[in-house]
């Protein structure tokens, strides 16, 4: 099962507590948030433990445990690095709030910025990086400065020790193999919704 | 095949091209991308018509091909709803430019930003959205608003006969069947990087 899948299946079954549902089926979960039903089958029957023969699954208990793999039950510390308009929309991002991660620092160059706080964490100077990466225990750097100077930051982050990079720089970046790296490639979704624009049309 | 792949496909031809790469096997496609290589040779064979034994697939070819299947031919317009942090970092965003997507307005409710023009675009008053969409014949709506306001900005853009969106709020729509609707949960590709830091470090 990829991980992505995981993390969909732990927010619709956070979604479904919310609503008050205590116990749903593998077929009313795909039907209510469109999921492929097969596919949805066979990934829960993985949970086995947490079902019910013909009732479905607890919702609680399963959330729960898929919360744990994903490793969601500790919270994580990030940095945002780049105090720019995408840099500063993800720091006040709403899902990105809540237990599992906590930005406890922006890092900037400019020096108007530096100083401030956003969201109760302070922007920091870039040439303090390496430093403040490592007193304040960073995990987690999110990459939202333009593309010319993705490569150097993510370097930066790399030697500061930092375990996890998610890039939103539509650039091809360098990272060494013990560092998880991850993409986010904000077109790929634009193109998506072009292919059936394009069905449609014809 | 999922769109999504055939996106990234395209996206990774296109790298190769600019490198000066004429012809590519799918092992060599997948080592140098990291991709699935039982994955990419079978998504590959679809596309046998571009293939030469022995030396793999026409680059330029295979790319011209997948870019058409992706309605990436034609130029697609598009707005922004929401020029906050989020909307200006999408309208700026690298990786929107080019030729396949156009943002031709941004719709704004603040009188400050109305009026004024980011990249070649006029910020527009929403109370003219559906009037502006149909004048200026936009096919794609990208909704960068608030949570709280999201499902009325989605509600404005169906009626304004608006054919695909793409939703960044982290919140729950509802669009009629017809018009094609993904979203996009930015904390999902965080929580996909937990996962492995999470596994790192047991």
């Known amino acids: 099962m990829t991980i992505r899948r995981l993390s969909v299946y732990a927010r619709c079954l956070l979604h479904l507590e919310e609503d008050g549902v205590r116990t749903v089926s593998s077929q009313e979960l795909a039907d209510r948030f469109n999921l492929n039903s097969a596919q949805v089958r066979k990934d829960l029957a993985y949970f086995g433990e947490f079902g019910v023969r013909g009732v479905g699954y607890y919702v609680d208990d399963l959330r729960r445990h898929i919360t744990a793999i994903l490793g969601l039950d500790t919270q994580h510390r990030l940095a945002v690095v780049g ?23 922006m890092f900037d160059d400019d020096p108007a910025k530096v100083g401030r706080e956003v969201d109760h964490a302070p922007i920091i100077a870039s040439r303090d990086m390496a430093r403040e990466i490592r007193a304040r225990s960073i995990q987690i750097a999110i990459v939202a400065v333009p593309t010319e100077s993705a490569q150097t930051v993510t370097d930066q982050l790399v030697a500061a020790g930092i375990k996890a990079i998610l890039n939103f720089a539509p650039a ?7 560092v998880r790296f ?17 069905k449609g049309s014809k």
């Not at 091809?172 to 013990?178: A, G, I, N, S, T």
């Not at 986010?184 to 919704?193: A, K, N, P, R, Y």
């Open 172 to 178: 091809r970046l360098k990272v060494p193999r013990e």
């Open 83 to 105: 105090a720019g308009n995408l840099g500063m929309a993800l720091a006040n991002y709403d899902g990105f709030a809540g237990r599992h991660f906590r930005m406890v620092a």
């Open 182 to 198: 991850k993409n986010v490639d904000l077109s790929i979704e634009l193109e998506t919704l072009s292919f059936y624009l394009a």
